[in-house]
Nanobody, 125 residues
Framework: QVPLVESGGGSVQAGGSLRLSCAHS????????MGWFRQAPGKEREGVAA???????YYVDSVKGRFTISQDNAKKALYLQMNRLSPEDTAMYYC???????????????????WGQGTQVTVSS
């Protein structure tokens, strides 16, 4: 298993911004689609954003217009720029990867085989 390592989490006030990073050692075939998921206490893990090697991006409605997913294949890094954060965004954020296109994966966490350990994001009101 090729590890995924998240960083960039922290505490921020509502309306603020954070940028998450995910370092990996995979390639564009192993990690054709990469994504960010989050899990708040007592809730199921939910998808946030995903990006394919070809550049296609996908977002859940709750983050559209506020979050931007990007990747740097040369640096083997995935990013999530989060703006206009609200307390509802508080969660552990996970980097995930899969060898398939997003339409085959969807937002179901069980479909994604590779996961990082997570980084905590806390937004205070």
């Amino acid at each position: 298993q090729v590890p995924l390592v998240e960083s960039g989490g922290g505490s921020v006030q509502a309306g603020g911004s954070l940028r998450l990073s995910c370092a990996h050692s995979g390639n564009t075939y192993t990690y054709y689609t990469m994504g960010w998921f989050r899990q708040a206490p007592g809730k199921e893990r939910e998808g946030v954003a995903a990006i394919e090697t070809g550049g296609g991006t996908y977002y859940v409605d709750s983050v559209k217009g506020r979050f931007t997913i990007s990747q740097d294949n040369a640096k083997k890094a995935l990013y999530l720029q989060m703006n206009r954060l609200s307390p509802e965004d508080t969660a552990m954020y996970y980097c995930a990867a899969a060898s398939y296109r997003f339409w085959l994966l969807g937002w179901g966490a069980s479909a994604w085989p590779y996961w990082g350990q997570g980084t905590q994001v806390t937004v205070s009101s």
